[in-house]
């Protein structure tokens, strides 16, 4: 199933109803998230085969209540930013979706935001320009201003990517702000732009 096909499965209950039962048949096991409990009587059940993660109800026939998925950046943007030095850990990025039916956002609150430090002690994050919900965008603007408070944690701009790339530290929002802005109108609009936001975290020293 591709990334952008997700959302519009997932809000039709018929088929999520049958994509859950598929992946709980084939690929789907416990996990537990550090740092968060989950709220009974859901469960929190991984892909076996990929980094894919979802909340499922208790119904009879279950469902899935929360989704987030870890994709890789197209080859091209791969090979472009190993030549970065900051990007020293294999970079992803993150595709959430989250039921909006009364009592399930109440339960997920804060989910996504602890599987995103989560998953920042083992990769790069990269966002990158493009179609982008408003609940997206609010999102990353909340991680990327978390980032900023942090001394462990940097964001960086890398322009002209598929070319010749050119990173710069951003260190702080203010100054952040206007790429931001470049970023959303570039998703609005459908503009194309091959830069990249990279949130990187610093490894522990031995």
Avoid at 60 to 67: C, D, N, R, V, Y
Avoid at 70 to 98: G, H, M
Avoid at 106 to 117: C, N, Q, R, V
Avoid at 189 to 195: A, G, K, Q, V
Wanted: charged share 20%; aromatic share 14%; net charge negative.
């Amino acid at each position: 199933m591709h990334n952008s096909q997700i959302t519009v499965f997932l809000n039709e209950e018929e088929e999520n109803k049958k994509l859950t039962q598929s992946f709980l048949s084939y690929v789907g096991q416990p996990f537990e998230l550090p740092g968060f409990v989950v709220p009974p009587p859901f469960r929190l059940v991984r892909s076996v085969y990929c980094n894919e993660y979802r909340i499922i109800s208790d119904d009879p026939i279950p469902k899935t209540l929360f989704f987030i998925r870890l994709f890789e950046l197209s080859r091209p943007y791969q090979d472009a930013i190993r030549k970065i030095p900051i990007a020293s850990k294999n970079t992803t990025q993150c595709l959430v979706w989250s039921s909006m039916v009364p009592g399930h956002e109440d339960a997920f609150h804060y989910l996504a935001t602890k599987f995103f430090e989560y998953f920042l002690t083992k990769f790069n994050i990269a966002i990158s320009p493009g179609e982008m919900t408003i609940c997206g965008a609010h999102f990353w603007e909340g991680r990327l201003l978390w980032s900023f408070t942090r001394n462990d944690t940097h964001v960086h701009r890398i322009d002209d990517v598929l070319e010749t790339p050119v990173c710069s530290e951003i260190t702080n929002w203010i100054d952040f702000q206007p790429h931001w802005s470049e970023f959303l109108w570039a998703s609005v609009d459908r503009i194309s732009n091959s830069s990249l936001i990279l949130i990187t975290q610093d490894r522990p020293k031995d």
